[in-house]
């Protein structure tokens, strides 16, 4: 069983950046696109951006304020968000794309002055 385990949240003001992480207890890495998702308050879970197993990024949203990495040796993925607007405010998680394996906890991410 694959477990996700996200981090890096926060409470940040509008502007700041984040670099959130997920580590896999698997290697996941090698066979399968790999996606951030998140999900606001009161609404279903969204897209944020992914990388396919070649490395292939795709982002939602402007890829300016958004990089998606990973670090296979690692099994950890990375998000880094640059100018955090306070409709950012979500639970981030992660997953295959579309998503395989049991959700984890997630990291909440709050954009608030």
């Known amino acids: 069983q694959v477990q996700l385990v996200e981090s890096g949240g926060g409470l940040v003001q509008p502007g700041g950046s984040l670099r959130l992480s997920c580590v896999t207890s698997?290697?996941?890495?090698?066979?399968?696109?790999l996606a951030w998702y998140r999900q606001r308050p009161g609404t279903q879970r969204e897209f944020v951006a992914w990388?396919?197993?070649?490395?292939?990024t795709n982002y939602v949203e402007s890829k300016d304020r958004f990089t998606i990495y990973k670090d296979a040796a690692k099994n950890t993925m990375f998000l880094q968000i640059r100018n955090l607007k306070p409709d950012d405010t979500a639970v981030y998680y992660c997953n295959t794309m579309p998503a395989r394996f049991t959700w984890g906890q997630g990291t909440q991410v709050t954009v608030s002055s």
């Open positions: 698997g290697n996941i890495f090698s066979n399968n696109d």
């Open positions: 990388v396919t197993s070649s490395g292939t």
